[in-house]
C-alpha cells in the first residue's frame, strides 16, 4: 500500500471541494493529499488522484488499531457544485477508478461540476486487503470458493479483522474519509451493492447527505441469502429476452430463427463445454428420457439413497453448491461465464450473439467468448470481501427443508435457475461461517432530499422488487426503466441521464418510467 505525501495547506483545502456551499472547519493540515494512485489501480489519463485515510478497524473502540483506506478524486472541470461519492458494487468491486473508466460515459456536466470521489472498500487490495491465502501459491484452497476456508484463513493470517468487514464499517470508513476532506454533506452514487452502501450510509448519517442516487438497487429485505436466490429467477427471464433479441437478428448471427433455437444452439455449446445440466433452463420435460446427461454427485447419490442430512452429505452439497452459483460456472466452460456477463447490459448482446456464432462454426474458437466472460473478473481480495459481507451480516435463515426440492428439480430436468435457487436458500454457501452482525435497519427519516432511485424491470443481478422496496424503506422518488440493464445511468440513456442530472442540480424528480437504453452502435 503506497501512502501519499502531506502537500501544502492551501491545496489541501482546495482538495476537499465544496457541497451546498460548505466545508466543515477543522485543522487543513490535517486534509490528505491527492497524488499518484497505487500502480495499477487506475488508467492513466482521466485526472485521477489518490490519497491513502487512516480509519478505526473497529469502531466500537476507536482509539485501537486503525487501517488505511484508499480514496480517489477527479476534480471538477469547472464550476463546482459539489461532490459525489460512489461505489460499484459487488461486494468485492474495486472503486478507485469508478469515475476514470466512466468519464465519457457519463455525461459532460457531471465532470464539468462535481468533483468526483470513490472510497476503496475495507479489505479490498489497496485498502489494508484481507490476506486469506493458505497455500505456497497466495490461493484458498478450492480456488477461493469454499467459505470455510476463507473464514479460516483470514482469522489466521490477521485475527479479528474479518469480522469487521461490513457494510456498516465500510459506510463508517466512508463518513470517515468524508470528515477528513472537510466536507458537511456528500452526494452518491451506488449501484448494484453500492445501492445498499448507500441506503446504510443514509441510515446511519442522514445529516450528512445532500443527494443520493442509487441505480439497480438491492433489497434491504432479502439481505443476502434471498437476494441470490432471486438473482437466479431474474436471471432466467433475461436469458430470455437476450435469445428473442439473437433471434431477432438470425440474418447476422445464424443461430437461429426463434428464441428456441437459439437456445437449442446454446445448449449444444454448453454440453460440449462441459455445461451439463446447467445448460437445462426450459419447464420440467415431461419424461426422465429428457434428462439434460448424467446427473452430478453428489445429487445422483442423494438422489437414489435420499438426503439424510448428515455431515459427509452436506459436505458434499456445500462443494456442488459453490460450484452451482459461482458468478458464471466458470469451471464449466467460457460460454456460461460469458452468457453471465451478457445478461448484465445489452451492450454486451451483438459481441456475445458474434462469439456465439464463431464458436458454433469452430468449436475451438472460444477467443471472444473468453474476452467477455473476463470483462467482470475481480482480484482474489473481491472474493475474500464478498464472502466476508455476505456471510458476516446475512440476515435470512437457512433452509436445508429446500435441498429436496433442488435435488427433484435437477432429477427431473428442471429449471436449472430454480435448483440453484432453492441450493441458495439451503444457507449452505456460508457453512459454519455464521453473522457477526445484525444488518442496519434501512430508513429515509433524516433525509433532506428523498434518494432518486433507478431501476430496470427485467434486472438479471437485482430483480425489479429491490428498486420499490428500497424507494419505500429511504422514501424515495422511483424511475422505472424498461428492458433489464444492470446500471442505468451512463448507458446513453439520454431520458435517465438527463432525469439524474436535474436531480442532482435542483433535487426534483419529474419522470417516473423512461424506455431502455439503446444498443450502442445500433
Not at 488508467?43 to 489518490?50: K, L, P, Q, T
Not at 486503525?66 to 463546482?80: H, L, M
Not at 462454426?361 to 459481507?389: H, K, S, W, Y
Amino acid at each position: 500500500m503506497m501512502k501519499v505525501r502531506l502537500f501544502s495547506r492551501a491545496a489541501a483545502v482546495l482538495a476537499a471541494g465544496l457541497v451546498g456551499g460548505s466545508i466543515v472547519s477543522g485543522p487543513a493540515d490535517a486534509a490528505p493529499s491527492f497524488e499518484a494512485c497505487p500502480e495499477g489501480s487506475v488508467v492513466a489519463g482521466h485526472g485521477v488522484r489518490c490519497a491513502v485515510v487512516d480509519v478505526p478497524m473497529n469502531y466500537a473502540d476507536p482509539d485501537g488499531r486503525k487501517i488505511q483506506v484508499t480514496v480517489s478524486r477527479i476534480a471538477a472541470t469547472g464550476q463546482r457544485r459539489g461532490v459525489l461519492f460512489a461505489n460499484p458494487g459487488g461486494p468485492g468491486a474495486d472503486g478507485l477508478d469508478f469515475w476514470g473508466l466512466r468519464t465519457d460515459a457519463f455525461p459532460a456536466e457531471l465532470s464539468a461540476h462535481y468533483d468526483r470521489i470513490a472510497v476503496q472498500p475495507r479489505g479490498l487490495r489497496w485498502s489494508t486487503p484481507l490476506n486469506c491465502a493458505n497455500d505456497e501459491h497466495g490461493q484458498v484452497s478450492l480456488g477461493g470458493g469454499d467459505r470455510n476456508a476463507i473464514k479460516k484463513a483470514c482469522d489466521e493470517a490477521d485475527p479479528g479483522y474479518l469480522d469487521t468487514i461490513t457494510t456498516e464499517n465500510t459506510a463508517r470508513d466512508m463518513d470517515a474519509v468524508r470528515a477528513a476532506l472537510g466536507l458537511d454533506r456528500i452526494g452518491y452514487l451506488g449501484t448494484s451493492y453500492g445501492t445498499y452502501l448507500g441506503a446504510v450510509y443514509a441510515s446511519l448519517f442522514p445529516d450528512r447527505v445532500e443527494r443520493m442516487v442509487l441505480d439497480s438497487n438491492v433489497n434491504p429485505d432479502w439481505v443476502w441469502t434471498e437476494e441470490f436466490a432471486q438473482q437466479q429467477v431474474a436471471g432466467k427471464q433475461r436469458l430470455d429476452d437476450l435469445f428473442a433479441w439473437i433471434a431477432e437478428h438470425s440474418a447476422e448471427y445464424h443461430l437461429g430463427d426463434t428464441a428456441l433455437q437459439v437456445y437449442q444452439n446454446w445448449v449444444r455449446l454448453a454440453v460440449d463445454q462441459g455445461g451439463g445440466w446447467y445448460a437445462n433452463l426450459t419447464p420440467p420435460p415431461a419424461s426422465l428420457a429428457d434428462l439434460p446427461g448424467a446427473l452430478p454427485e453428489p445429487l445422483a447419490e442423494i438422489a437414489r439413497d435420499g438426503y439424510t442430512g448428515s455431515l459427509e452429505q452436506t459436505g458434499k452439497l456445500q462443494n456442488l453448491l459453490r460450484t452451482l452459483i459461482s458468478r458464471g460456472a466458470t469451471t464449466q466452460g467460457p460460454l456460461l461465464g460469458a452468457t453471465s456477463v451478457a445478461s448484465y447490459t445489452r451492450t454486451y448482446w451483438p459481441a456475445f450473439a458474434r462469439a456465439m456464432a464463431d464458436t458454433l462454426a469452430d468449436p475451438a474458437n472460444v477467443q471472444r467468448l473468453r474476452t467477455i466472460e473476463r470483462a467482470t473478473a475481480t482480484d482474489p481480495t473481491g472474493r475474500f470481501v464478498f464472502a466476508a459481507i455476505t456471510c458476516n451480516e446475512n440476515a435470512v435463515p437457512a433452509r436445508l427443508d429446500v435441498i429436496g426440492s433442488a435435488i427433484a428439480t435437477i432429477a427431473s430436468g428442471g429449471n436449472a435457475m430454480d435448483a440453484r435457487a432453492d441450493l441458495v436458500r439451503s444457507g449452505m454457501a456460508c457453512g459454519a461461517w455464521q453473522p457477526v452482525t445484525t444488518p442496519v435497519r434501512i430508513s429515509g427519516a433524516g433525509l433532506a432530499t428523498p434518494p432518486l432511485i433507478v431501476q430496470s424491470r427485467h434486472d438479471a443481478l437485482t430483480k425489479f422488487e429491490g428498486g420499490p422496496a428500497m424507494s419505500r424503506a429511504l422514501h424515495g422518488s422511483l424511475l422505472t426503466v424498461e428492458g433489464g440493464d444492470h446500471g442505468n445511468f451512463g448507458r446513453g440513456n439520454r431520458v435517465v441521464d438527463d432525469a439524474v442530472m436535474e436531480y442532482l442540480a435542483t433535487g426534483r424528480v419529474s419522470i417516473t418510467e423512461a424506455a431502455q437504453a439503446p444498443i450502442p452502435g445500433r
